[in-house]
């Protein structure tokens, strides 16, 4: 029986979570009763795959929230409620189509039971009885529809799952600060390039740097919210420590982007390691001249990453370390999985506090994080 699949699935998931992920775990809600899952399959006109009341008996969905229970497609397990406002809404949408429009967008009987958030993403079950595919799972996109092939019941996706969380980061599972966060590092690029690479000519025609950056320069805290509860321990620590987290995160996104082969590039961060701040460059210094390079560069070789580094890299050395940060972490979560437990490494590893909400942002008193948005935000909110 595919339920008792569900069962056993669902036993692997709770007892990793507990273990590795248990804030995520505190967000599983307790069992739905049957009366609710039978009014809720009584109000839609249909009957749920037994694997769906299954799993609904064991969770009735998860709370949202930054630390909420995802599938690894990034959707919010839902519970009773959320299925029947969620596939509701969907039957609005595809109210007007036909039998073979909606087979490959939305048809009447499919069911919702996680949901991206943001969009109408998420992931569905086909609840056509009398059909091969009852109980099959697949996923909507608000832009092409829905898609078959995650599994033939919910039953065999989430014994996937359970597989893919025992099996840890080469399936894409991180844990940082209690929670399950999904991460996918890119492929490496080829490697392009040389320390022996002869620097241009300054009157070369190259792409220009941003050089305007200034160690006095305000981050929005919209940026830094994005990072969390990282996001928020960066606003509260004295400025020399994010300055020296700065300079680390400076050099692991250069030894992983291989900007660190350069001469010019490993001077710099050699420099800063040493408490010492290179002198300013112009377009035609050597540092500038070597980054210019490696714009041209990474474009012929489309490395879209490395260009983002070169550029960035230059406001890491002369501007704001809080903007340094939050621009490294920007790329390294491209290419590091563990980026977040490597920051909080160059931070000294503090206790990390909660994640940030409008009102740590609105009462902030951080001179060099602008925060003016919400703490206007704040005030009304209180009048």
């Not at 505190?26 to 299954?54: C, K, M, Y």
């Not at 996937?160 to 991460?183: C, K, P, S, Y």
Request: aromatic content about 8%; glycine content about 8%; proline content about 6%.
């Amino acid at each position: 029986m595919t339920a008792d699949l569900v069962q056993d699935s669902w036993n692997r998931i709770d007892a990793w979570l507990r273990k590795h992920a248990p804030r995520t775990f505190a967000t599983l809600r307790p069992p739905a009763g049957n009366e609710e899952i039978a009014a809720a399959q009584e109000e839609l006109g249909i009957t749920f795959p037994p694997d769906l009341v299954a799993s609904l008996l064991r969770h009735n969905g998860a709370l949202d929230g930054p630390g909420a229970f995802r599938f690894s497609t990034q959707d919010r397990l839902l519970g009773v409620s959320e299925i029947l406002e969620d596939t509701g809404f969907m039957r609005s949408v595809a109210d007007d189509l036909d039998e073979e429009e909606a087979e490959y967008y939305w048809h009447h009987d499919y069911v919702k039971f996680g949901s991206y958030g943001a969009t109408s993403d998420g992931l569905m079950t086909d609840c056509r009885t009398g059909r091969g595919s009852f109980g099959a799972i697949g996923r909507f996109f608000d832009e092409t529809g829905t898609s078959f092939g995650k599994a033939d019941s919910l039953g065999r996706y989430l014994a996937e799952l359970a597989g893919q969380l025992e099996h840890g980061r080469d399936a894409g599972v991180v844990t940082f600060n209690g929670r399950l966060i999904w991460e996918w590092a890119m492929s490496a690029h080829p490697e392009w390039g040389s320390a022996d690479d002869p620097l241009p000519a300054p009157d070369e025609q190259l792409p220009e740097l941003d050089l305007s950056c200034h160690p006095t320069d305000l981050l929005h805290a919209s940026c830094l919210d994005g990072l969390e509860e990282l996001g928020a321990l960066l606003a509260v620590l004295p400025r020399e420590r994010v300055a020296e987290a700065a300079r680390k995160q400076l050099r692991r996104l250069a030894v992983e982007t291989g900007l660190n082969k350069y001469p010019e590039v490993k001077s710099a961060l050699d420099a800063l390691e040493r408490g010492e701040v290179p002198s300013r460059p112009d377009q035609t210094s050597p540092l500038a001249l070597r980054l210019r390079a490696v714009l041209v560069q990474a474009n012929a070789h489309r490395d879209t990453t490395r260009r983002w580094a070169a550029e960035k890299m230059a406001h890491g050395i002369w501007g704001s370390p809080y903007r340094s940060v939050y621009e490294s972490a920007g790329i390294r979560g491209r290419l590091a999985v563990d980026w977040r437990a490597d920051l909080h490494a160059d931070l000294g590893r503090p206790s990390l506090p909660p994640i940030p909400d409008s009102q740590f942002w609105g009462t902030l008193r951080n001179p060099a994080i602008d925060s003016s948005w919400y703490a206007a935000q704040y005030a009304q909110d209180q009048d």
